[in-house]
Nanobody
Framework: QVQLEESGGGSVQSGGSLRLSCAAS??????MGWFRQGPGKEREGVAA???????GYANSVNGRFTISQDNFKNTLYLQMNSLKPEDTAMYYC?????????????????????WGQGTQVTVSS
C-alpha cells in the first residue's frame, strides 16, 4: 500500500525558510510533486520532479523553492526560501507510478493518484 507522509511545516515570518519532507513507501514511483491549497483556493502545483531528475516549478515559486529527492531514503524534499504571506497553505506531497512520469514532471494534480495528508505552512508579514 502506498504511503506518503509529510513533515516540516510550521509558522515563519515573511522572508524566512522552511524545508518540507515527504517519506514515501509501498510503491515503485515515477514522478512526485508538491502541491498546496490555501483557504478558499483550488489545489495548485508548486514543484514536481520526475524519477529522471527533471524538475518543474510554478511561476510563483520559481527561484525561491527547490524540489529534490533522496532515492536511497525514498524521501522527497521542498526547500522554501524567501517565503511570502501568499505562500500560506496546506502543502501536500503526491506521487505517480505511470511510465511517463519517469521523464516528465507535472504540476497537474489529476496526474497523481497518491497523496499525503498534508502539512500546514503559515507565513506571517
Amino acid at each position: 500500500q502506498v504511503q506518503l507522509e509529510e513533515s516540516g511545516g510550521g509558522s515563519v515570518q515573511s522572508g524566512g525558510s522552511l524545508r518540507l519532507s515527504c517519506a514515501a513507501s509501498g510503491y515503485s514511483r515515477s514522478r512526485m510533486g508538491w502541491f498546496r491549497q490555501g483557504p478558499g483556493k483550488e489545489r495548485e502545483g508548486v514543484a514536481a520532479i520526475a524519477s529522471s531528475g527533471s524538475t518543474g516549478y510554478a511561476n510563483s515559486v520559481n527561484g525561491r523553492f527547490t524540489i529534490s529527492q533522496d532515492n536511497f531514503k525514498n524521501t522527497l524534499y521542498l526547500q522554501m526560501n524567501s517565503l511570502k504571506p501568499e505562500d500560506t497553505a496546506m502543502y501536500y506531497c503526491a506521487a505517480d507510478s505511470s511510465p511517463s512520469g519517469s521523464y516528465f514532471p507535472s504540476l497537474e494534480p489529476s496526474r497523481y493518484p497518491y497523496w499525503g495528508q498534508g502539512t500546514q505552512v503559515t507565513v506571517s508579514s
